[in-house]
């Protein structure tokens, strides 16, 4: 088994690896990476870099010009850089568009593949059946002819496509003739008009795993029926043999994994854009505190299981929480929201100490503690006071409670404290966070959390996206934090004593509150 990066044992392994190792990503560029995604991407690094000392493709698969945008290609390449991906070549199907004509045209001259204007409901309906096209027998020549009018773009070559000649009603349906060719007359992101034709998946992806020297080719097991289909390819192309190895698909509860799904609820304002922290891409979850390692060890821990699971998210962000709990520097927040006022007899004038920002790890450094006899704390707290109760203020010490002041409703107004240093914390039954509001400046600071997107755990082909939408998803409340907050800076991730983890989406600036997002820990069962 190998180790991986984070120390964790993983024990995935392919099959014949003598002649070395070359793995590749092959996204199309047509949205921003997701988690699932990052699955893919993980894998073929771990193979190629952790476990063997090989080679990892980044190959953009851009025969799509109706879906691709270059924007999106670099947003991939930054994602895996933020992933610590580093592929060791960088390369597009786009490269290999004049070999893939050429092999097409191989295919249709050795009687292997036939050009068809069959429309798009009859072909699905007599591939359903096992009924052959009416033009499948057409000649090489008559194919050929077609093929030409498809890359001349004419309205005559957009009716036709290209398809493979495997079987007209194979039991296995990938092999009921695939295309392998379509007409698209948009303009595409790198080869601008020259190709009005373009390769699909299915044929352009084996072809150029071979050309490009893979060795083993990772697929989620959804394409398990199109592993035959992908042989066949290379047989009849007489390419060089790749090994298929299948992965499960990773989803996850209340989400949606689909570039084409996740588009629409950018487009549509539904969500602030890609890097939303509700959305399951890279970008979304790491603003909502994810961490690089967490992430990578999730997935790494499935390894070759074949299962495909609907993962709750408790999971993934408890396994974040073991990251992150070690490492946050602590700070309090008292929310402004029936914020508790406090007087404290016996207390010295104001004054600051120098504390650790973690009780259990000294690395994470210092911050400046402010005590005085005048301090806020949270409503929820003094309404459980009782008089003359002793109370702990936490990382301070203890105080008995002389004064309790109420209005009309029983919400507590006032609180008066005497110190009371002298008492055993281990004794009270209370343990508050307290804010002193001299000695120090008070951050105003918002703390947000969300839920998920969707109301139902996950989506049937049949279910409308609209009608399972979450219509609440973002709840916001305003609080004052301790004064060393107004220096965190973007990204940095905190825990708000007795709160929970945080990461900061906008630093403090006067006059506009720091923001931060609730990191959920995952409660496990
Ligand atoms: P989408 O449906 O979101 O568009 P896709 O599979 O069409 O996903 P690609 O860009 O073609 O998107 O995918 C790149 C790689 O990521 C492929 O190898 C694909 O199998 C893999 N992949 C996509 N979604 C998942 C997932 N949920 N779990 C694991 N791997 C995935
Ligand atoms: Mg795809
Ligand atoms: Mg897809």
Known sequence: SAKSKEGGNYDIALRNTEQ?????????????????????????????????????????????????????????????????????????TSDYFDELFDYCVRMISEGNAYADDTDKETMSAQRFDGIPSKRRDLSPEESLAHFQEMKQGTTEGLRWCIRAKISPDDKNKALRDPVIYRCNPTPHHRTGTKWKIYPTYDFACPAVDSMEGVTHALRTIEYRDRNPQYQWMLDTLKLRTVQVWDF????????????????????????????????????????RGMTIPALREFILKQGPSKAVTNFSWDLIWNTNKKYIDPVSPRHTAIMTKGMVKATITGAPAAYTEEKPKHAKNAAVGMKTVAFSGSIVMEQEDAKLFKQDEEITLMSWGNAIVRKIT????????????????????????????????????????????????LTKDSLDENDNLEDFLNPHTEFREDAVADGNVANLKEGDIIQFERKGFYRLDRAYAPGSPAV??????????
């Open 20 to 92: 070395g190792v070359v793995t590749r990503f092959p996204p199309e560029p047509s949205g921003y990476l997701h988690i699932g995604h990052a699955k893919a991407a993980l894998l073929n690094d771990y193979f190629a870099h952790d476990k063997y000392n090989g080679t990892l493709l980044l190959r953009f698969d851009d025969t799509n010009p109706s879906k691709e945008k270059e924007e999106f290609q670099d947003a991939i390449v930054e994602d895996l850089k933020l992933m610590g991906i580093k592929p060791n070549k960088m390369t597009y």
């Open 248 to 287: 499960a698909r990773m989803n996850f509860v209340r989400t949606l994994l689909s570039k084409r799904k996740l588009t629409k609820l950018v487009d549509s304002g539904f969500v602030w854009g890609w890097d939303d922290p509700r959305f399951p891409t890279i970008r979304g979850i790491r603003r």
């Open 406 to 453: 109420t209005d009309d409703a029983g919400a507590v107004t006032h609180l008066e404290f005497e110190l009371h240093l002298e008492g055993d914390f281990k004794k009270t039954e209370k343990k508050v966070t307290w804010l002193s509001t001299e000695g120090q400046e008070l951050v105003p600071v918002e703390l947000v959390d969300f839920d998920h997107l």
């Open 516 to 525: 931060f997002f609730n990191i959920p820990t995952g409660k496990l069962k």
